[in-house]
T-cell receptor, first 113, second 110 residues
């Protein structure tokens, strides 16, 4: 009965490859997010979707493309992976995009070699 | 957009002492201020939050204060225990997104 689940938990891949991370929430939430946590533990928002519509798109390279097939899913596709993309990526969801707690997935540790 | 500053970046206390972590934010439209705890290798989890119509909130050993005029809010942990050791993040949310501070690594020494 995991609330926010991401797959895979670990991902090791070579530079230049294309990879996807999947996220699903079973909480009935309207809003989903992707955050990147670098080696210094800084949590930086990348994208926010509300009811499948993009609300926030931070200054993220266009190699990163989110896809929300329905409001329970927000997948992250990354093209032409670079060494600097290595980080932990967290998916999160909240009931709305105002004044509500965000529930995080367990994270995906991406290592680009 | 919102900018959240958090201090200190590391904090070491003796078991039983109090710990205080402070955050400031820039966007006066921000109206929701949660605090998250992240243990090593785990996901961030909410420990307490406060909304802009309240100045203080307490939950057992944890309390949060908010000063909207000065745009700062603080987390207070009393009677710290070794299991309080973790990275703590403050966050501020306006009508669009939730921005996090850089985190504070708290170590409670037995």
């Amino acid at each position: 009965d995991t609330a926010v689940s991401q797959t895979p938990k670990y991902l090791v891949t070579q530079m230049g490859n294309d990879k996807s991370i999947k996220c699903e929430q079973n909480l009935g939430h309207d809003t989903m997010y992707w955050y990147k946590q670098d080696s210094k533990k800084f949590l930086k928002i990348m994208f926010s979707y509300n009811n499948k519509e993009l609300i926030i798109n931070e200054t993220v390279p266009n190699r990163f493309s989110p896809k929300s097939p329905d409001k329970a899913h927000l997948n992250l596709h990354i093209n032409s992976l670079e060494l600097g993309d290595s980080a932990v990526y967290f998916c999160a969801s909240s009931l709305g995009h105002i004044n509500t707690e965000a529930f995080f997935g367990q994270g995906t540790r991406l290592t680009v070699v | 957009g919102e900018n959240v500053e958090q201090h200190p970046s590391t904090l070491s206390v003796q078991e039983g002492d109090s710990a205080v972590i402070k955050c400031t934010y820039s966007d006066s439209a921000s109206n929701y201020f949660p605090w998250y705890k992240q243990e090593l290798g785990k996901r961030p989890q909410l420990i307490i939050d406060i909304r802009s119509n309240v100045g203080e909130k307490k939950d057992q050993r944890i309390a949060v204060t908010l000063n909207k005029t000065a745009k700062h809010f603080s987390l207070h942990i009393t009677e710290t225990q070794p299991e309080d050791s973790a990275v703590y993040f403050c966050a501020a949310q306006d009508n669009n997104d939730m921005r996090f501070g850089a985190g504070t690594r708290l170590t409670v020494k037995p």
